[in-house]
């Protein structure tokens, strides 16, 4: 199948992206408005950017008007949010977030869910999810002509893992639970883990003549 992104109309290119680039993970992001309103909402564009400093990054695609979405518009203006991880136990509240609520509603109020003090934000995290990273705005990249996406880029501060997910100075995955967005309404759960070492490069010599 030999697809040309000049003759497929924009649904379609969304349906062949989700379906393609899977498992994505979740970013659960809070954000608050300057009246102090805290916003809860999920996006699977979402992944590393750095280590060092480390960096996170999460695309949140606009309004069909052209409008920044409430989490893009507070972090854009507050400079600082919170990704919340998604696992089996918070899969569901996750997915109530995902209804457009208007502006002027929190999700967080009307789903109540329980919020937590950051460390190193203003904003808040969320109870429900077991790691946290507390990030500070480094710079929103507009994608698109006219704008469709903004990628936030954000520097983590500071993290919080719960005590029964961290090991040795690593994570225990099983523990985590994590949960992935497939296409249409599907997720993933961990499933099957295998490992592959990386090979080490071993430059041969001239061939004998």
Known sequence: MELSMAELARQAKYKLLTGCVIPRPIAWVTSMDRAG????????????????????????????????????????????????????????????????YPPEESE??????????????????????????ECKLNQIVELGSPTVSD?????????????ELYHNGRIDARAFAPVSRLAGQGYATLGEVFERPRPIYEKKGNAAK
């Open 37 to 100: 309103l805290v916003n809860a909402a999920p996006f699977s564009y979402f992944n590393v950017a750095s280590v060092e400093p480390m960096m996170l990054s999460v695309a949140v695609m606009r309004k069909p008007d052209g409008m920044r979405k409430d989490t893009a518009r507070n972090i854009a203006e507050g400079g600082e949010f919170v990704v919340n991880m998604v696992d089996v136990h918070n899969v569901d509240a996750m997915n109530q977030t995902s209804a457009e």
């Open 108 to 133: 967080v109020e009307a789903l109540g869910l329980e919020l937590l003090p950051s460390a190193s934000v203003k904003v808040p995290r969320l109870g429900a999810s077991r790691i946290h990273f």
């Open 151 to 163: 990628l936030i880029i954000g520097e983590v501060l500071h993290v919080q893992v719960d005590d």
